[in-house]
């Protein structure tokens, strides 16, 4: 189980960070962000491995930070210069996707419950 923590409402230009705890049998060699707004599919944010290589989307590239932490077993996404456009349910996942498959949510094994993030303009 993915438990989500964080998100919230913040004004454009303003930070948010989003974290999420696992539990031994979930912290997998991925841990990854995605986001879903409504009546749009689920899309990549962001994925880190247990090496803490991470990979980032081009829309959230040099924007969000994703990090972990291998011994408290928890993945977070600081989230800074938000756009209205990042306004999104943000989930937490983790999984043993190869490299090329990070992107793709249906390779992920665990999922958190969601948690809002809304940017006004």
């Known amino acids: 189980q993915l438990v989500e923590s964080g998100g919230g409402l913040v004004q454009a230009g303003g930070s948010l960070k989003v974290s999420c705890a696992a539990s031994g049998s979930t912290f997998h060699n991925w841990m990854a962000w995605f986001r879903q707004a409504p009546g749009n599919e689920r899309e990549f944010v962001a994925a880190?491995?247990?090496?803490?290589?991470?990979y980032y989307s081009d829309s959230v590239k040099v924007r969000f930070t994703i990090s972990r932490d291998n011994v408290k077993m928890s993945a977070s996404l600081q989230m800074d210069e938000l756009r209205p456009e990042d306004t999104a349910v943000y989930y937490c996942?983790?999984?043993?996707?190869?490299?090329?498959?990070?992107?793709?949510?249906?390779?992920?094994?665990?999922w958190g419950q969601g948690t809002q993030v809304t940017v006004s303009a």
């Open positions: 996942a983790s999984g043993r996707p190869v490299l090329s498959a990070i992107r793709d949510p249906n390779i992920y094994l665990y």
């Open positions: 880190i491995n247990r090496n803490k290589m991470a």
